[in-house]
Structures are given as C-alpha cells and as structure tokens.
C-alpha cells in the first residue's frame, strides 16, 4: 500500500463538477471571470454559516490577512504579535505593509500561540496580535482575546485552516473581528486553486476590505480609486466549485474527525515512547492536519517512507530564525518551544477520502515502529 501524504485525488470525486462549473462560467453571456454573482453567492452563504454580518472574498488566505492588517490601518511604528511557529504569511504581511511583526512562543504541546508569552510582548507600540490556529487545534481564543481587551488591540485571527471548527459554540473565524479563512487546496474546505475570506461584523471594516481588494475601488464607480489597494479578486470558477462543494464540507470535517479519534485511541499507548498526539475531543479541534510530535521523528519518518506512508515535517525552523525576518527577530530573544516543535512534529495524512484499510494501515505502521 501506498499512501502519499499530499494526494493526487483530493478533489477526484469533483473532477465532473469542476468541468461543469468551467463550461458553465465559460459560456455564460455575463462573461463575468472575477467578483461575479457566483462570489457574492458565496459570500452570503458563509455568512449564513457563520454568522458573520459580512465575508468578502478574496484571491487567497494570504491576500485576506494583507486586506485586513492594512484595513485595520497598521502600518510602519506598529507591532503585531504573531506566532513564532507558524507559515511565513502570519509575519510576511505584517512586515510588507511597514509594520514590525513581533514573535510570541507557542504552546509546547499544541503548537498554538502561548497567551503569556503574548501578554509580555505587549509593548506602547502594538496594535494588533494575530493568532492562527496549527494543525489540529484552536488557538486559546478566550485567552488571547481577553489579552487584546486589556490592552486595547485588534485580533486578527488567522483560521486559515480552521474552516468549519468550533470552539465553546463560536465557530472559527468568529473569535477575532477580523478573522480569515484560506481555500488554498490542503487546507479544509480546499479548492482546486486560489481563493481566500475576510469575515467581519464591521461595516467601516468590511467596507474598506472591499474596496483594497479591487484597487481601491467602490464597486459601483469605476476607476474612482478611494484608496491605493491590491488585485485580490475572487475567481467565479472557484466560486461556482466552492458553492457545490460546500453541501458536502460537513461530511468532510466529520471524516477528518473520525479519524484523528482513530488515531488517538491507537497512539495513546505511544505516551510513554516519545509519542505525543494531539489532544483529542471535538471542541476547538480543526484536523486540517495530523501533527505527532515524536522524539525519534527522523527514524520513524524514514521507517514510513519505507512503507510506502507519505508524511510531512512543518516549519522545520521557527520564522523569527529565518533569513527573510533576520531584522524582525529581537536579540537575546528565543522561542524554545516553537524550536522544538519545528525538531518533534511529524504529520500523517489525515484526508477525508482516505480508506478505513488506509487509516488502519498508517495507524499500525506508527505502532509498529515502537514494538
Ligand atoms: C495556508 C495559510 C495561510 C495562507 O493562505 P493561502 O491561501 O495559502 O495564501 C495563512 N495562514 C495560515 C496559518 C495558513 O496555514
């Protein structure tokens, strides 16, 4: 058995869908290929789904963080606080607009931003703290946000892979105004492509989103630019593929959450073999990914290649040790437990349509390297 780690049939089961939606925006009279009536059918029916008084969407989740930190108005002389072990966007963004991302640790076992480290870092100078939700589970949201009302700051909350989640009845998305979503292919509700939103309750917010995304533009005037923006326009193709994927988004999730259960009543007994596996229940939890964290995860990485069991090392160096934020990353600082986890976390596939046999075949190949 051969079980690669990024599958080349994700969307195999779509394959029909996504023709019918290419030939249907492709012959439609509109001839409409950017922000048509498809993307702001999407954008209704994931406010209905989440409850947010607005979602615009945009080109990717990267393009919906840079909407929002610049729309939020912060720029050079801001901090943002951001996670220390995470993807490059959670400080790219902070950094292109002129701001100083500053890195918090992460909580040792979840991976997610540490909120005491956060509260420390707070300085005259931040605006914002940017979370985002890793692998399995939700950041500390209650926490982090009762950070940010002390000290008067933004939450920008980075569900990009938390699409659908759920944490003490909010779901994702919800927890900071405002929050993300990414459709970038591995993530959640993926797509065959490029796309990304911004979810907001703030009329001012959501409004300026709208117009940064299209150069500044309202909408209704054409090339009366209101404010200098970006092109970070959604795709109707995507739009239509999304909107007949989404039916089917919850069964997914419930797919994903079987099997992180599976595996974590098969890994319990690994506990005390260097094994630590995600904590397990519904609430909070995303299962985008499927993080161990292993003490001999180089042995075991090459013991599941060899099994034909595709797996994947995240973040292997925190971003504060990266060349690109060498002039971000505060001297005498350091972030031990994002390190560590960048060092233990090993990721084994956790996709919807992976077979019973497969997941059973991955979950004893873990075991067996530990007998
Ligand atoms: C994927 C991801 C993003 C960026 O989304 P794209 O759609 O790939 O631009 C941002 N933050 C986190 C935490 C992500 O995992």
Redesign the pocket.
Same mark, same amino acid.
């Given at each position: 058995m051969t079980i690669p780690f990024f599958p080349p049939d994700l969307f195999a089961a779509d394959r029909d869908t996504l023709l019918d939606c290419l030939y249907e925006v492709g012959t439609d009279p509109e001839q409409k290929f950017i922000l048509g009536r498809r993307t702001a059918e999407l954008e209704q029916a994931l406010r209905e789904i989440t409850g947010a008084a607005d979602v615009i969407a945009c *080109?990717?989740?990267? *393009?919906?963080?840079t909407l929002a930190v610049h729309a939020l108005r912060i720029g050079p002389g801001d901090e943002v606080i951001v996670p220390a072990f +995470? +993807?490059?966007?959670?400080a790219s963004t902070v950094a292109n607009l002129g701001a100083t991302p500053v890195f918090a640790d992460v909580d040792p076992w979840t991976m997610v931003m540490d909120p005491e480290d956060t509260e420390r870092l707070v300085s005259e100078r931040t605006r914002a703290i940017m979370p &985002?939700?890793?692998f399995s589970v939700m950041a500390d949201m209650p926490k982090l946000n009762s950070v940010a009302r002390r000290h008067g700051l933004a939450v920008i909350e980075? &569900? &990009? =892979?938390a699409q659908g989640a759920v944490l003490d009845g909010v779901p994702a998305g919800r927890w900071g105004d405002p929050g =993300?979503f990414?459709?970038?292919q =591995?993530?959640a509700f993926g797509t065959a492509g490029? %796309? %990304?939103v911004v979810l907001t309750d703030k009329p001012d917010l959501a409004r300026a989103v709208r117009m940064l995304r299209n150069h500044g533009q309202d909408g209704t005037h054409r090339f009366l630019h209101h404010r200098i923006g970006y092109n970070s326009r959604f795709d109707e193709v995507i739009a239509a593929f999304q909107l007949k994927r989404l039916p089917g988004f919850a069964d997914r999730l419930e797919r994903r959450a079987r099997i992180a259960e599976y595996y974590g009543e098969r890994f319990a007994p690994l506990r005390d073999r260097g094994v630590q596996a995600p904590p397990s229940g519904r609430n909070g939890r995303c299962y985008?990914v499927y993080s161990l964290l292993v003490d001999r995860r180089e042995d075991l990485r090459a013991y599941l290649s060899e099994r034909g069991v595709g797996t994947h090392v995240y973040y292997p160096v925190p971003l504060p040790r990266q060349p690109a934020f060498a002039a971000h990353a505060t001297a005498g600082r350091t972030w031990p437990n994002a390190e560590r986890a960048g060092l233990r976390n090993l990721a084994i596939p956790i996709w919807p349509h992976l077979t019973d046999a497969q997941v059973e075949f991955i979950a004893s190949s873990v075991c067996e390297f530990f007998e």
């Open positions: *080109g990717s989740g990267t *393009g919906a963080l +995470c +993807c490059q966007p959670v &985002a939700h890793v980075d &569900a &990009a =892979v =993300v990414s459709f970038f =591995v993530k490029e %796309g %990304g985008y």
